[in-house]
């Protein structure tokens, strides 16, 4: 009984450690930034090759002169692929929530 009564009390220990270090790094909010990517990429017109709503992931950096760079995109289609390297590639950003170097990974859904 004694060993079990120890075991609990090191197990919410533990707990406690973990939830304390983890609560400091939160995400940030990057609520502008993402208002803005969303009004660069909303000036696309019908893609004919789309026969369904797809997702793309895309991964961007900013680079030292505060721009956006397309890292990657898993976008099966490549007229899409191209699309959004387009129109995102070196494209500035007037919310500062990103800081140089950063990376940021976002979903962009694209309807027929």
Same mark, same amino acid.
């Given at each position: 009984?004694?060993?079990? /009564?120890?075991?609990?009390?090191?197990?919410? /220990?533990?707990? *406690?450690? $973990?939830? =304390?270090?983890?609560?400091?790094?939160? +995400?940030? +909010?990057?609520?502008? *930034?993402?208002? @803005?990517? =969303?009004?660069?990429?909303? *000036?696309?017109? %019908? /893609?004919?090759?789309?026969?369904? @709503?797809?997702?793309?992931?895309?991964?961007?950096?900013?680079? @030292? %002169?505060?721009?956006?760079?397309?890292? !990657? *995109?898993? =976008?099966? &289609?490549?007229?899409? !692929?191209?699309?959004?390297? %387009? !129109?995102?590639?070196?494209?500035?950003? =007037?919310? &500062?929530?990103?800081?140089?170097? %950063?990376?940021?990974? $976002?979903?962009?859904? /694209?309807?027929?």
């Amino acid at each position: 009984m004694k060993k079990l /009564f120890l075991s609990v009390i090191v197990t919410l /220990f533990m707990n *406690t450690a $973990f939830a =304390a270090v983890g609560s400091p790094n939160r +995400d940030k +909010d990057y609520e502008k *930034t993402f208002k @803005e990517l =969303a009004e660069l990429l909303n *000036t696309y017109s %019908n /893609f004919e090759s789309l026969r369904e @709503e797809v997702v793309v992931k895309v991964k961007i950096a900013i680079n @030292e %002169n505060h721009e956006i760079v397309v890292m !990657s *995109t898993d =976008a099966a &289609n490549s007229e899409l !692929s191209y699309y959004i390297k %387009n !129109s995102l590639n070196y494209q500035k950003l =007037a919310a &500062n929530e990103l800081e140089i170097g %950063n990376k940021l990974v $976002f979903l962009v859904k /694209f309807a027929k």
